[in-house]
């Protein structure tokens, strides 16, 4: 955990985090209030983002609650207005939140194809483009939350693993753009986590051929969550200044062969 490592580090700093309710986005909220930051928790879910809101109060953090459904087009001024609004200023921007996909090619409609999409890959760009005058001015930083799945081939996933090559590319593209400026833009890429997400895979539907499945767990056990919450503080801190348009693989070696 960040608790030690980053105490104080984002003290006076305003932290976005998208997909606050649950898994990921919920401990890297934590960790982030934990570290001294203002934290405007970002989800769809208002049951989970009380809580998650909740918790870090409970610690002596200072959060924000901002419901939003990321799969709006207008969800980035509404996010962005409204942590300007609550704490004045941006200085970080990660886009935790994401949807799975599970489903063979002949399922998969353009409905959920375009939902993953606007989830995962629109949205990220619309937070970005809201959010980068705020971070130009203030040097900021944006860590994109991407997956293993950007990097190799996934059966049943193919919006989800284009989704998340697409975000990578995206990094790179923003990246560049702004290269003149002094944000630094990154991307993170998990491999599998236990958490709600992929919790409810278990019962999978008639049809699925599981050895295609199976190779991608990997040769060690998953990632927590919280394994992965001081890369993400990093990347966000002027400790990676050196870093710009990469993606860090954190995958405990699945994608490494
Ligand atoms: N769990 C894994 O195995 C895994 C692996 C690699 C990458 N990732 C990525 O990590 C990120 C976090 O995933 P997680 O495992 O914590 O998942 P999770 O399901 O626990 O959390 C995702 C959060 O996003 C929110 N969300 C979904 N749709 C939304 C919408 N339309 N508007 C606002 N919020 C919305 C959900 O309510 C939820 O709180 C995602 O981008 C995911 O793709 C996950």
Known sequence: MSDDRFAGEFAGKTVIVTGAASGL????????????????????DRDGLEQSVEAVRAEGGSARPILADLS??????????????????IDVLVNVAGVFHFSPVPQTTAE???????????????????ALP????????????????????????????????????????????????????????????????VSGMTSMSDGIDRDLVSRYGGLR?????????????????????????????ADRGITAG
């Open 221 to 249: 056990p998953p990632n927590e969550p919280e394994d992965l919450v001081d890369l993400i503080l990093f990347l966000a801190s002027p400790r990676a200044t050196a870093v710009h348009g990469a993606c860090f693989a």
């Open 25 to 44: 986005g919920k401990v890297t909220a934590a960790a982030f209030a934990r570290s001294g930051a203002d934290v405007a928790m970002v989800d769809i």
């Open 112 to 130: 959920a194809w375009d939902r993953v999409f606007a989830i995962n890959l629109r949205a990220p760009f619309l937070l970005c483009q809201a």
């Open 134 to 197: 705020h971070l130009v001015e203030r040097a900021g930083a944006i860590v994109n939350i991407a997956s293993s799945s950007a990097f190799f081939g996934h059966a049943y996933l193919t919006a989800y693993g284009a989704s998340k090559a697409a975000l990578v590319s995206l990094t790179k593209s923003l990246a560049m753009e702004y290269a003149r400026t002094p944000v630094r833009i990154n991307a993170l890429a998990p491999g599998g986590m236990m958490t709600p997400m």
């Open 72 to 89: 709006q087009s207008d969800v980035g001024s509404m996010v962005i207005d409204a942590t300007v609004q609550a704490f004045g200023t």
